[in-house]
């Protein structure tokens, strides 16, 4: 392991590796992957490690799905073992589709 790996937290590392996958506009929210020929971020990243979350919505979610998003992972904050998840991926689906049907994971 590296100093850098050492120094850094797993929620570190995961907000790292989000902002390598992704483009964000100046609020934090999502826009395109980050590759040479970027396509559209996905609506939510849901990123999990032992020490908890991060979470970030693409910038095109409603308002009403953002604030039901964020309440759905306030309720969540708690989780640490992603095992404990699926639960809680169920209501992000269910929440994201009043938008538009969830079609990956």
């Known amino acids: 392991m590296t ?3 050492q120094s850094v937290s797993a929620l570190g590392m995961m907000t790292l590796q989000a902002k390598a996958l992704f483009t964000f506009d100046e609020k934090g929210n999502l826009l395109t992957t980050n590759e040479r020929e970027p396509v559209r971020a996905p609506r939510l990243f849901l990123g999990l490690t032992g020490e908890g979350f991060i979470a970030h919505h693409r910038d095109d979610v409603p308002k009403p799905i953002v604030r039901k998003l964020e309440r759905i992972l306030d309720r969540a904050a708690t989780i ?5 998840m699926p639960a809680i991926l169920d209501k992000l689906c269910e ?11």
């Open 3 to 5: 100093r850098f790996e």
């Open 80 to 84: 640490t073992d992603p095992r404990q």
């Open 95 to 105: 929440a994201l589709a009043a938008q538009a049907p969830v079609t990956e994971v």
